[in-house]
Nanobody
Framework: QLQLVESGGGLVQPGGSLRLSCTASRSTLTYYAIGWFRQAPGKEREGVSCISSYGGSTKYADSVKGRFTISRDNAKNTVYLQMNSLKPEDTAVYYC?????????????????WGQGTQVTVSS
């Protein structure tokens, strides 16, 4: 059973930055595509970004293109989401998820393993 743990959330002012991390404590993430999703209160969960198992393919939601960057360091068994130029509408609980495929999409149904989430709040 793959267990994912997110970290790095917090409170940041508009225009600020945060870096989220996703790691697995007992298993390797190497063979999984990893996605980041978010869910704001009263809204459906949406795909933010994903990265292939080998790191060569990435996808972004239109709402975060040019501001967020996904990356992975398989040696550290960690996937990152660098979030810059944050806006109040980025406020949500952010989840990382893993799919046993080489290249994933932003569709949540493809991902079998999920972390507990980390809160990101963008507010002045």
């Amino acid at each position: 059973q793959l267990q994912l743990v997110e970290s790095g959330g917090g409170l940041v002012q508009p225009g600020g930055s945060l870096r989220l991390s996703c790691t697995a404590s007992r298993s390797t993430l190497t063979y999984y595509a990893i996605g980041w999703f978010r869910q704001a209160p009263g809204k459906e969960r949406e795909g933010v970004s994903c990265i292939s198992s080998y790191g060569g393919s990435t996808k972004y939601a239109d709402s975060v293109k040019g501001r967020f960057t996904i990356s992975r360091d398989n040696a550290k068994n960690t996937v990152y989401l660098q979030m810059n130029s944050l806006k109040p509408e980025d406020t949500a609980v952010y989840y990382c998820a893993a799919a046993a495929v080489l290249v994933g999409t932003l569709n949540s149904y493809e991902y079998a393993y999920w972390g507990q989430g980390t809160q990101v709040t963008v507010s002045s």
